[in-house]
């Protein structure tokens, strides 16, 4: 199932027509026909209107899992967006790891100072 499929899908659940769906979204109801009929794709900010409306996963959306539901509470999402990975007490708590190895802390350090560099190169 494609993400048309499954916005179409989610408003007939819901029992809502096109235009009550669209309004929701701030989109026309042309623009959202286009998108249950998979004619274009949606943005993101529309994907992500979708996606809290129905309380479901921008994955199911796009057809990546069958389930529906987030698999990151809100609190749980914010502390994951927040984590700050320079941190000492983070890295202690937390096992990084790259090909299926734990990072010790010297390695965790000198990914850490890469991304910084690369970063810094890039303004």
Not at 28 to 50: C, F, G, I, M, Q
Not at 83 to 95: T, V
């Amino acid at each position: 199932m494609n993400i048309g499929n499954r916005i179409a899908f989610l408003r007939d659940q819901r029992g809502l027509t096109q235009e009550e769906l669209a309004t929701s979204l701030g989109i026309s109801r042309a623009a959202l026909s286009h998108y249950e009929k998979n004619r274009r794709e949606p943005d993101t900010e529309t994907l992500s209107k979708v996606a809290d409306l129905f309380q479901v996963s921008l994955d199911y959306l796009a057809g990546r899992t069958t389930q529906p539901t987030t698999t990151l509470d809100t609190d749980v999402r914010q502390f994951a967006d927040e984590l700050e990975l320079s941190n000492n007490e983070m890295l202690d708590k937390f096992a990084l790891t790259i090909d299926g190895r734990k990072l010790s802390p010297a390695e965790a350090k000198r990914f850490i100072a890469f991304v910084r560099a690369e970063r810094n190169m890039g303004e």
